[in-house]
């Protein structure tokens, strides 16, 4: 089944313990981004990635790492992470990078940082 | 920088009555996709309808057809003969040949049975 998964779907964390939020996807995608959902705000990209070893920021990528070392796997990494990243978490695939191109979203990971 | 604005937080409307969502925004591109997303109460993010700016005719699929205006940058969705099913957040987004993809804050609807 073509799918985008993300783990773990559900995470309560202290202030300043380095985490990372796993995404991978079995659809040979190049395209990959990372969004964080919050009440009123909708989604907004935090990083993506056009192929391997190509990420660039998006709207809100302060607090946030990515790397891109395999074309499956798009990791979200929070070195130190605050409360104010306690968010509902995204991760995105498409087949290629131009607008015409569907994103298909992971079941999304609930952050909490306490 | 490109915006998305959904001036509703939330709308309702009874079952199978017609209800549209509003969403505007605002680019300085020619070629984009304009989206309209479910996201129900499982946080799933379902692809409901698109439309490619180039293209007059509106998109349909079957209850959901959009009201796309160029000119105005308007995109707003119809759901007709609304299902309890289509309760959910709805999210308008944009995205270009940029990689720039921007969403609307949401719009929550409720389904009266």
């Known amino acids: 089944e073509a799918q985008v998964t993300q783990n773990p779907r559900y995470l309560i964390t202290v202030t300043g313990k380095k985490l990372t939020v796993t995404c991978s996807q079995n659809?040979?995608?190049?395209?990959m981004s990372w969004y964080r959902q919050d009440p009123g705000l909708g989604l907004r990209q935090i990083y993506y990635?056009?192929?391997?070893?190509?990420?660039d920021k998006g709207d809100v990528p302060e607090g946030y790492k990515v790397s891109r070392k395999e074309k499956r796997n798009f990791p979200l990494i929070l070195e130190s992470p605050s409360p104010n990243q306690t968010s509902l978490y995204f991760c995105?695939?498409?087949?290629?990078?131009?607008?015409?191109?569907?994103?298909?979203f992971g079941p999304g990971t609930r952050l909490t940082v306490t | 920088a490109q915006t998305v604005t959904q001036s509703q937080p939330e709308m309702s409307v009874q079952e199978a009555e017609t209800v549209t969502l509003s969403c505007t925004y605002d680019?300085?591109?020619?070629?984009?996709?304009l989206f309209w997303y479910k996201q129900p109460p499982s946080r799933q993010m379902i692809l409901v309808i698109r439309?490619?700016?180039?293209?007059?005719q509106n998109a349909t699929e079957n209850r959901f057809s959009v009201n796309f205006q160029k000119a105005a940058k308007s995109f707003s969705l119809k759901i007709s003969d609304s299902q309890l099913g289509d309760a959910a957040m709805y999210f308008c987004?944009?995205?270009?040949?940029?990689?720039?993809?921007?969403f609307g804050a949401g719009t929550r609807l409720t389904v009266k049975p």
């Open positions: 995105a695939s498409s087949l290629g990078t131009g607008y015409t191109y569907e994103q298909y």
């Open positions: 659809m040979n995608h190049e395209y």
């Open positions: 990635s056009m192929n391997v070893e190509v990420t």
């Open positions: 680019t300085s591109e020619s070629d984009y996709y």
């Open positions: 439309q490619e700016a180039y293209k007059q």
């Open positions: 987004a944009y995205r270009d040949n940029n990689n720039d993809m921007r």
